[in-house]
């Protein structure tokens, strides 16, 4: 896809971070972009901030309420007709140990981060295939590669990602829906002060490592990049990301070398 005038995306948790920043290039580039996160005002005061805001729709989605998901689905192509690129992005961290963490926090994040993907990808897919083309972004993360401090479930449910579009990708090729998965390292957004603690209130801290991170902006240019050049998989970040390969290659090194990282 390398035009990108007049394409409909479709953007989960583009209220903020990551999601605003992929929003505000595609509509910078020509596309129609549909807005989506649980806050209506947020959104609506993010739409006035994007280079072309006729070129928008604001439609509040809650990824834990499977329920909107077909609704939600059917306004957009009641107003649209198409749904060229759906960005899987809304998500939440954690800052808990495992051992202190009750299960119902691990739920509550698997659903928004894994199951609010798919259900959503699962409603879109009936339209993308009536298409000629279309494409599914999904912003994993680093820790979608491997475990780290304080991030069990959040780690779990961005491995579940993997699994799940990569058979997606494969399933789909025949109708021309490409699935591109996203592995961000640290980005400055609002995501540590957002993430759940262990009693289920948010962390509340803008965490050194990600003050330390790349911008949004840059993470968005990547995203779209890799998009445009028909790309599996990206990794946006700064040297954390030379973490992945280390994984892979010398594991027992990685090990040696991430246990020695601070968790924030
Ligand atoms: N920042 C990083 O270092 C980093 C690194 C790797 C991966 N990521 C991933 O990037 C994605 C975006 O995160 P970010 O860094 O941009 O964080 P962020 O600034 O906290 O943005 C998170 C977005 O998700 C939305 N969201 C949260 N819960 C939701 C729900 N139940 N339903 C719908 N939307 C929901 C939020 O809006 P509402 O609260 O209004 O719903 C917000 O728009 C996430 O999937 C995250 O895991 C981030």
């Given at each position: 896809?390398?035009?990108?005038?007049?394409?409909?995306?479709?953007?989960?948790?583009?209220?903020?971070?990551?999601g605003l920043a992929v929003a505000k290039l595609f509509n910078e580039r020509g596309s129609v972009v549909i807005l989506s996160a649980r806050k209506k005002e947020t959104l609506e005061k993010t739409q006035k901030?994007?280079?072309?805001?006729?070129?928008?729709?604001?439609?509040?989605?809650?990824?834990?309420?499977?329920?909107?998901?077909?609704?939600?689905?059917?306004?957009?192509?009641?107003?649209?007709?198409?749904?060229?690129?759906?960005?899987?992005?809304?998500?939440?961290?954690?800052?808990?140990?495992?051992?202190?963490?009750?299960?119902?926090?691990?739920?509550?994040?698997?659903?928004?981060?894994?199951?609010?993907?798919?259900?959503?990808?699962?409603?879109?897919?009936?339209?993308?295939?009536?298409?000629?083309?279309?494409?599914?972004?999904?912003?994993?993360?680093?820790?979608?590669?491997?475990?780290?401090?304080?991030?069990?479930?959040?780690?779990?449910?961005?491995?579940?990602?993997?699994?799940?579009?990569?058979s997606l990708r494969l399933e789909e090729e025949k109708n021309n829906i490409k699935v591109l998965l996203a592995y961000p390292g640290y980005v400055n957004t609002q995501i540590s002060q957002n993430a759940l603690?262990?009693?289920?209130?948010?962390?509340?801290?803008?965490?050194?490592?990600?003050?330390?991170?790349?911008?949004?902006?840059?993470?968005?240019?990547?995203?779209?990049?890799?998009?445009?050049?028909?790309?599996?998989?990206?990794?946006?970040?700064?040297?954390?990301?030379?973490?992945?390969?280390?994984?892979?290659?010398?594991?027992?090194?990685?090990?040696?070398?991430?246990?020695?990282?601070?968790?924030?």
């Amino acid at each position: 896809m390398k035009n990108l005038e007049n394409k409909i995306v479709w953007i989960t948790g583009a209220s903020s971070g990551i999601g605003l920043a992929v929003a505000k290039l595609f509509n910078e580039r020509g596309s129609v972009v549909i807005l989506s996160a649980r806050k209506k005002e947020t959104l609506e005061k993010t739409q006035k901030t994007l280079p072309n805001p006729e070129k928008s729709f604001v439609l509040p989605l809650d990824l834990t309420k499977p329920e909107q998901f077909v609704m939600a689905t059917k306004q957009v192509i009641d107003r649209y007709n198409d749904i060229d690129v759906l960005v899987n992005n809304g998500g939440i961290s954690q800052r808990s140990l495992a051992s202190e963490t009750p299960i119902d926090i691990d739920r509550a994040i698997m659903e928004v981060n894994y199951f609010g993907h798919v259900g959503l990808t699962k409603a879109v897919l009936p339209f993308m295939h009536t298409q000629k083309e279309a494409y599914i972004i999904t912003i994993s993360s680093l820790s979608g590669k491997f475990g780290f401090f304080q991030r069990s479930a959040y780690a779990a449910s961005k491995h579940a990602l993997q699994g799940f579009f990569e058979s997606l990708r494969l399933e789909e090729e025949k109708n021309n829906i490409k699935v591109l998965l996203a592995y961000p390292g640290y980005v400055n957004t609002q995501i540590s002060q957002n993430a759940l603690k262990s009693d289920g209130t948010v962390h509340g801290d803008h965490d050194q490592n990600q003050a330390n991170g790349i911008s949004p902006e840059e993470c968005a240019e990547k995203i779209l990049s890799a998009m445009r050049k028909n790309k599996l998989e990206v990794f946006p970040g700064g040297r954390e990301i030379n973490a992945a390969k280390l994984k892979r290659f010398a594991p027992k090194t990685f090990h040696k070398v991430i246990k020695k990282q601070k968790p924030t």
